[in-house]
């Protein structure tokens, strides 16, 4: 049987990607907002192997305006928990949690995150995988989430949730659904990145555009 080569492309072209489809996530989406649901929410994750992750931070529109992170999404295939942070902020389980070493957590530009969750509590980070370093061997230079979503399954994540306010007393539909693709989509990508490393089965498609010294 026939394996089809998988092309995947050094940058993405802004045109094809806004042509795109936009991805929805098909699971159930948790909210989490007091330390009991908080407990019983990392039961459950801390029985899982891979899980994708991300934060939210309401925006400032002011300057010397700075919020804390406001959101923690942390999601299997099928179900994602939205931590409210700003509710809860970061309880002993949440923090046992991101310490373990056992459950493997993928994002995307974790510093950004790391940094934010320092600013609660100096918990230990363990077992993170972030896939800006990950791509980098694959030959991939569009590093953004949306980009290599859309390189790697030919759909668009829709960013149009990106700058609400995250920490309203109650989450719309669309930031939930905005959040938990945003976590879902860094285990997807994880798993399609190792099946390809796996199996050597893809080629880089150069960027068009590209200049090259003669």
Same mark, same amino acid.
């Given at each position: 049987?026939?394996?089809?080569?998988?092309?995947?492309?050094?940058?993405?072209?802004?045109?094809?990607?806004?042509?795109?489809?936009?991805?929805?996530?098909?699971?159930?989406?948790?909210?989490?907002?007091?330390?009991?649901?908080?407990?019983?929410?990392?039961?459950?994750?801390? &029985?899982?192997?891979?899980?994708?992750?991300?934060?939210?931070?309401?925006?400032?529109?002011?300057?010397?305006? !700075?919020?804390?992170?406001?959101?923690?999404?942390?999601? &299997?295939? /099928?179900?994602?928990?939205?931590?409210?942070?700003?509710?809860?902020?970061?309880?002993? =389980?949440?923090?046992?949690?991101? %310490?373990?070493?056992?459950?493997? $957590?993928?994002? +995307?530009?974790?510093? /950004?995150?790391?940094?934010?969750?320092?600013?609660?509590?100096?918990? =230990?980070? !363990?077992?993170?995988?972030?896939?800006?370093?990950?791509? $980098? =061997?694959?030959?991939?230079?569009?590093?953004?989430?949306?980009?290599? #979503?859309?390189?790697?399954?030919?759909?668009?994540?829709? $960013?149009?949730?990106?700058?609400? !306010?995250?920490?309203?007393?109650?989450? &719309?539909? @669309?930031?939930?659904?905005?959040?938990?693709?945003? %976590?879902?989509?860094? +285990?997807?990508? #994880?798993?399609?990145?190792? @099946? +390809?490393?796996?199996?050597? !089965?893809?080629?880089?498609?150069?960027?068009?555009?590209?200049? #090259?010294?003669?």
């Amino acid at each position: 049987m026939m394996t089809t080569t998988r092309f995947i492309h050094e940058k993405m072209d802004k045109a094809a990607l806004q042509q795109m489809p936009t991805v929805a996530f098909a699971g159930r989406i948790v909210v989490v907002q007091s330390a009991a649901e908080a407990e019983r929410a990392v039961a459950f994750l801390r &029985t899982q192997p891979l899980v994708g992750f991300d934060t939210e931070t309401r925006p400032s529109f002011k300057r010397g305006q !700075n919020h804390k992170v406001a959101l923690m999404q942390v999601s &299997t295939h /099928d179900l994602c928990f939205l931590f409210r942070l700003n509710m809860i902020g970061l309880p002993a =389980p949440v923090c046992d949690f991101l %310490a373990d070493e056992h459950t493997r $957590k993928v994002g +995307l530009s974790l510093k /950004d995150d790391f940094m934010m969750l320092h600013e609660r509590a100096a918990v =230990p980070l !363990n077992n993170f995988v972030d896939l800006q370093q990950y791509v $980098k =061997p694959f030959g991939i230079k569009d590093m953004s989430l949306q980009k290599l #979503y859309a390189n790697l399954f030919g759909e668009r994540i829709s $960013k149009a949730q990106q700058l609400t !306010n995250w920490e309203a007393d109650v989450l &719309t539909d @669309r930031q939930k659904q905005y959040a938990a693709i945003d %976590a879902w989509a860094c +285990l997807v990508l #994880y798993e399609e990145l190792e @099946r +390809l490393k796996a199996t050597g !089965n893809y080629s880089l498609v150069p960027d068009e555009n590209k200049s #090259y010294d003669l």
